[in-house]
């Protein structure tokens, strides 16, 4: 569990640098997410959306306890195991809905 927690904590402090290496594919998530607004539903929207976007900014840890996403550590051709970096990417992918919808509530509840 102290594991787990410090790996919580690490991700937590570097997410700025997640979100940098991922701009790309947040950028592209936003693309699709408006492109599709008249094809397909807003839940589905989202999910898509988010899952785009957790392509590009999913940790996977080196030996130091230091994440990259995923697809840095691919194309530096460093190890990375299909089940953690699996795990990874649905932890990330279940995150960001929560966090799309939390703000997209408050955004609404605003209006």
Known sequence: MQTFIMYVVITILM?????????????MAMLVYRAAATRLSEATRLAVACGIAALGVAPSYDAYG?????????LRDE????GAATLALIMT???????????????????
């Open 79 to 82: 190890p990375v195991t299909l």
């Open 15 to 27: 997410t700025g640098v997640l979100i940098g290496f991922g701009a790309p594919f947040i950028a």
């Open 93 to 111: 992918w279940i995150v960001l809905m929560i966090l799309a919808r939390l703000f997209s509530r408050r955004r609404h509840a605003h209006a």
């Open 66 to 74: 230091g994440p990259l996403p995923i697809y840095m550590r691919l």
